[in-house]
């Protein structure tokens, strides 16, 4: 099967490089798949795992917004943090989830402040969804 390259980028450096056979990310507008040889596009990504396929395998990595760029044989995600399993400490972003939860309910009343607190709600799941997949 036809593979493509991988990137995925922080302003911290690179989180993840490869061949793959297939990267789905979630975008404003949903969820969108890309093949090798998918039309030039560039879109921004909400908070949500990319998923990089290969050989029947799929690799998780929790992004948290950011773009994509995609050319006919490499997709580049530029996202403002990203990180592998491997790198996410589940206790810290369950006790993250817990926070904001806290904050959350706090915050109704304060459209800056619930804003704040619903973004670091779905930081927290995205990072225990890939975590404990």
């Known amino acids: 099967m036809k593979t493509m ?52 395998n799929i690799q998780l990595i929790a992004v948290n917004g950011g773009f ?14 990203a990180e592998l399993p491997s790198d996410i400490d589940v206790a810290r972003a369950r006790a993250a989830k817990e926070r904001a939860e806290r904050r959350l309910d706090k915050a109704k009343k304060d459209d800056i402040d619930f804003k704040r607190a619903e973004l670091a709600l779905k930081r927290a799941i995205n990072r225990l969804d890939v975590a404990e997949k």
Do not use: C, F, W
């Not at 994509?68 to 943090?81: F, G, T």
């Open 68 to 81: 994509m760029e995609v050319r006919s044989d490499e997709v580049n995600v530029l996202a403002e943090s």
């Open 5 to 56: 390259q991988a990137n995925v980028v922080t302003p911290d450096g690179k989180v993840y490089e490869g061949d793959v056979e297939m990267v789905s990310v979630k975008t404003s507008e949903g969820g969108l798949g890309i093949l090798p040889g998918h039309l030039p596009l560039v879109t921004p990504l909400t908070i949500g795992a990319v998923r990089a396929k290969k050989d029947g």
